[in-house]
């Protein structure tokens, strides 16, 4: 089946700071991905829609310029936190629209812990 | 603007009891809707889904049928095992290339 693989699973970080998560399609080509975010006992929210060549497109009040989504190939999305403060500190966790049914299925990365001290 | 709830966990039963996980949700037009489960320590799969209304879903053992009428998709299956234990996701898409609604998650802890 299709595999989406997220880097890293766990990262701390000091405040002020940027980090960097990435997702990659291993193997499909994925021109839409998402990224969610979590809070503890809280359902994923989305983020942001990213469609590779274009600029993502942000939910409603999430900072575009905090967190930084590029998509610049078919197999690859990154996610960077900038700036990162202690309530940037969340579970991360990307998702690509993969083969099936039209490319309509979305295909979850394991997703990453960022604490920020 | 969409949203899904679901019923809040944990939620613990002995093995082969019958399961159901609540699940409403609102959104305008047509959505597709599905249930994720996610394992300790990986990440969220598709159990299963439904595209359009009295649509029903199944996947090992599991099963939900999409309500119109009760905006419900409820997820039943009628014997768990430990290997059940895990976080249920109810979530929604309203275009077919549009990012996912969820609800906050159901644990399920099934005892021996």
């Known amino acids: 089946g299709a595999v989406v693989s997220q880097h890293p699973s766990r990262v701390i970080c000091k405040s002020g700071t940027s980090v960097k998560i990435e997702c990659r399609s291993l193997d499909f080509q994925a021109t839409t991905m998402f990224w969610y975010r979590q809070f503890p006992k809280q359902s994923l929210m989305l983020m942001a829609t990213?469609?590779?060549?274009?600029?993502?497109?942000?939910e409603q009040g999430v900072e575009k310029d905090k967190f930084l989504i590029n998509h610049a190939s078919l197999t690859l999305s990154t996610l960077t936190v900038t700036s990162a403060h202690p309530e940037d500190s969340s579970f991360y966790i990307c998702?690509?629209?993969?083969?099936?049914?039209?490319?309509?299925?979305?295909?979850f990365g394991q997703g990453t812990r960022l604490t920020v001290v | 603007g969409d949203s899904v709830t679901q019923m809040e966990g944990p939620v613990t039963l002995s093995e082969e009891a019958f399961l159901t996980i609540n699940c409403t949700y609102t959104a305008t037009g047509y959505p597709s809707l599905f249930w994720y489960v996610q394992y300790p320590g990986e990440g969220l799969q598709l159990l299963l889904k439904?595209?359009?209304?009295?649509d029903k879903g199944s996947n090992k053992g599991f099963e939900a049928t999409y309500r119109k009428e009760t905006t419900s998709f409820h997820l039943e299956k009628g014997s768990v095992q430990v290997s059940d234990s895990a976080v249920y996701f109810c979530?929604?898409?309203?275009?077919?290339?549009?990012?996912?609604?969820f609800g906050k998650g159901t644990h399920l802890i099934i005892q021996p």
């Open positions: 439904a595209t359009k209304a009295d």
């Open positions: 990213s469609n590779e060549g274009s600029k993502a497109t942000y």
């Open positions: 998702s690509a629209l993969g083969p099936g049914r039209g490319y309509t299925e979305a295909f």
């Open positions: 979530a929604l898409r309203g275009g077919g290339a549009d990012g996912l609604t």
